[in-house]
């Protein structure tokens, strides 16, 4: 039996040895994640929402500080209205007549005539 398990022995080694010289090696290509086509996709979209994104937050600061400039050009505008107002208003108190009989008097002028009229506008078609 010695010699039937050393040629059994014999015959198996030579099988391994056989099989093992069949045996081709595969190289097994690992499926990437992403593709090169999509990560230049993804790259593309990505600049491009980030650009967008630069964009609009630019053009918002710009209208704020618009707005911004438009209630302060409001604010002066007011400002200016109620100046001119109170300036109407002192005109109106300075060319009352009374006021300017009581000048006149102070100054030592005399009126003759009883009636004193008030000049509305002076108008250079005289």
Do not use: C
Not at 15 to 38: A, D, L
Not at 64 to 73: E, F, K, P, S, T
Request: charged content about 25%; cysteine-free.
């Amino acid at each position: 039996m010695s010699a039937e398990k050393a040629k059994q022995l014999h015959q198996h080694e030579t099988t391994e040895q056989s099989q093992s010289q069949k045996q081709v090696k595969v190289q097994v290509h690992k499926k990437r994640w992403i593709t090169p086509g999509e990560k230049f996709l993804y790259t593309v979209v990505s600049s491009l929402a980030i650009l967008f994104s630069v964009v609009v937050v630019s053009y918002s600061s710009s209208i704020d500080q618009i707005n911004r400039d438009v209630q302060h050009l409001d604010s002066n505008i007011n400002k200016q209205q109620l100046e001119n107002e109170n300036l109407q208003y002192q005109i109106k108190e300075l060319s009352n007549p009374e006021r300017i009989m009581e000048i006149a008097k102070e100054n030592g002028l005399e009126i003759r005539q009883s009636k004193v009229k008030q000049a509305k506008s002076v108008s250079g078609n005289e």
